[in-house]
DNA sequence: GGTCACCGAATGTAGACAGCATGTC
DNA sequence: CTACATTCGGTGACC
């Protein structure tokens, strides 16, 4: 089939296509358009990865926009909705409009009704039409990416009931499903009325085989010689075989240190392959990796990327992986090792795929467990470049003849698992059924079950009465709460409920919330008391960061030491951190050997500002949790005492990117948290917002006010502090000399930032610097004003060090 | 006294969505 | 019920 046989599509499409190279569609595609994607026919595809999976939604979305419709595309990552973005703007000259909504973005310009097209994440999704989007009900179209993720047990359920309510809002929808090969994908179509088109084809040959002794074996039967020298390591040679014919590796392990460790090795494989001007592209890229943080995990990528080697995990922060998927994707980097973020992000093909590790620690399942074929297949799916390999090669290593069998059994000739849904969990439905009431869907425990009938989950179960008994224990559980009322048969969410509801707050998240804040108004007397007994006790890390702040304020005017004392706020920002650090919404940091003691000291010495009864350490798993949550709320406050990435990093034994996770993660509890108190009790809502606001800008309390003023950051508004401008108000009246000196004698930024402050005269023309600087301030600021790179002069100044504030 | 190679024991383990309202160096 | 790569710490040989 060729695109002008396509009908439904905008004029103009087909030309384009060919134009871009597309004379004839890929059989599944074709197969697709014969079953009616582009006529508004629900269509469910299970093909291989990149075998053209995204064209099927675009002639999809095109035609129904065609029609007047609108579209909306769900991705699984947020880093994908960006990806698909960028893909489907070329349709923009045939006026099709594309917006993205996400968590932490959403496309600037008109709001999301003027849209055709709209990219979202399906917890975004869920968001809008529990927040009653309005666009929401316009909907003609909507294509379901990844949709064999149904199966995973903490995000599945969301997409599984998402697409539920969107085909009950809107009774025509359209959906068209795409999904990795899966066991069961009939029954998924099924439940999706959709028609069910399923292919094997590949683009590009995917040769499977296991690598034992001195050679790969393919599942078509060929062999490869790929010899391990002596004390060589097979992943070694493998990499080393396929730079001989110039083709990249991805290498799979399972945990970021064997990722890193990986990485490290390989780069003494892929230095010998590089040239001379690649050798120069990597050095520059080396320095932009370490730019982005200071930190041991960032130097070491930097050393291996400057060889042609890296890893690739969720340590990393968000400009690491980019800078990473992109030298990949360029060819300079010429192997990575990496943890499943790779195989499940953006694309990111390979010449070669080494599955190194099939096995991965679950503490759960007490040990080892094999992955799942799908999540095997999907590792291997990303072999083969189009348009630059003949083929890709995807390969298993074992270390004896039982194992190479093994994996052949396992992997290579295995059909992938059949998706089950994990809705009947409790903690997915507590969150959905609270949803579910709030925005109207069901009134009654019985519409309730009738939406719940209509799930992918339903036609799964062979256990009747389950869903029915999971849904009264969580109907108990929310009202018990306070969430929701029952009255006559009928269920409604209360005032709060909404709320929970609209914050996309897991309920129990919210219950541990409401109840910290509760117990913090009962023992506020006495927690205060005890608190200023222990005063001298209580002061935080003894960081750098830390320690020039309190040198800083010591060295300023001497009357601001005792301040700290008196307008002491309660609750405590720990004791904040504390509470949204132990709900389930916060992934919790892991406890290491020692961290126990640790903890269980800090535990008592801090105890007057936990926000609860610390559980007894009898209760093993209880207390267990409540030290990791005060582990996580630890290196909060320290983010918020301006302690230095790579201290943090060190300390809690966590990579740049865990950081930034957990901070963004405390902001939107704190957030939420904020809206909880206003709805109850005013009086700590204050000290929540300044919680947040400390975490949000990574600054002590003294700095909220300058950190607040647009172009001030940690870094600068601890400089303008230093140099006596302790508030927006003392911007706005200080000596210019002394703001400019502050701010390393950028004359631009100094007047943004005043005119920010609302200076009414911000102009920096004829000021001069002041006296007093430091030697290498004074450099700087006269010798360089483009921000170059500059390694040596920056040593002695711990402000001058990358922050986290630098990405985001 | 100091360094180094070696060996057994201890150690630690993947990922990442969301509110709201706007702007880091 | 299940693993394993890496690192740590101790030992003995050697200079």
Known sequence: MRPEDVPGLPEGVPEQLQSEGIEELYPPQAEAVEAGVTEGESVLASIPTASGKTFVAEMAMLSSVQRGGKALYIVPLRALASEKKAEFERWEEFGVDVGVSTG?????????????????????????IRNNAPWVSELSCVVADEVHLVDDSHRGPTLEVTLGKLRKINPG??????????????????????????????????????????????????????PVGKGDRKTNALVADALDEGGSSLVFVNSRRNAEAAAKRLKDVTARYLTPEEEGELAELAGEIRDVSDTETSDTLANCVAKGAAFHHAGLAADHRSLVEDAFRDRLVKTVSATPTLAAGVNTPSRRVVVRDWQRYDGEFGGMKPLDVLEVHQMMGRAGRPGLDPYGEAVL???????????????????????????????????????????????????????????????QTDEPGRLERVTDTVLDYLEANGFVEREDGTVSATSVGHTVSRLYLDPMSAAEILDGLEWAADHREESLRKLEGVESASEPAESGGFQRASEMVDDGDGDDAGSFETDRTYPTALGLFHLVSRTPDMYQLYLKSGDRETYTEECYEREPELLGKTPSEYEDVRFEEWLSALKTARLLEDWASEVDEDRITERYGVGPGDIRGKVETAQWLLGAAERLAGELDRASTVAVREAKKRVEYGVRDELLDLAGVRGVGRKRARRLFEAGIETRNDLREADKSVVLAALRGRRKTAENVLEAAGRRDPSMDDVDEAEGVSDATFERASGRTDGERDEGDDADDPQEQASLGDFG
């Open 173 to 226: 929808l359209q959906v068209v499903a795409l999904s990795a090969t899966v066991g069961n994908a009939d029954e998924v179509a099924e439940w999706l009325d959709a028609t069910l088109v399923e292919s094997d084809w590949r683009p590009i040959d995917l040769k499977m085989g296991v690598h034992y002794g001195n050679a790969v074996s393919f599942d078509d039967g060929s062999q490869r010689e790929v």
């Open 104 to 128: 932490n973005y959403e496309s600037s310009g008109e709001w999301l009704s003027s849209r055709d097209v709209i990219v979202a994440t399906s917890e975004k999704v869920d968001s809008l």
């Open 397 to 459: 290593l074992a270390k004896d003849a039982d194992t190479r069998d093994e994996l052949f059994e396992r992997y290579v000739w295995a059909d992938p698992e059949p998706v089950r849904s994990k809705l009947a969990a409790e903690p997915a439905l507590r969150t959905h059924l609270l949803a579910t009431v709030a925005s109207g869907f069901a009134h009654t425990r019985e519409g309730l079950l009738e939406f719940l009938d209509r799930t992918l989950y339903a036609t």
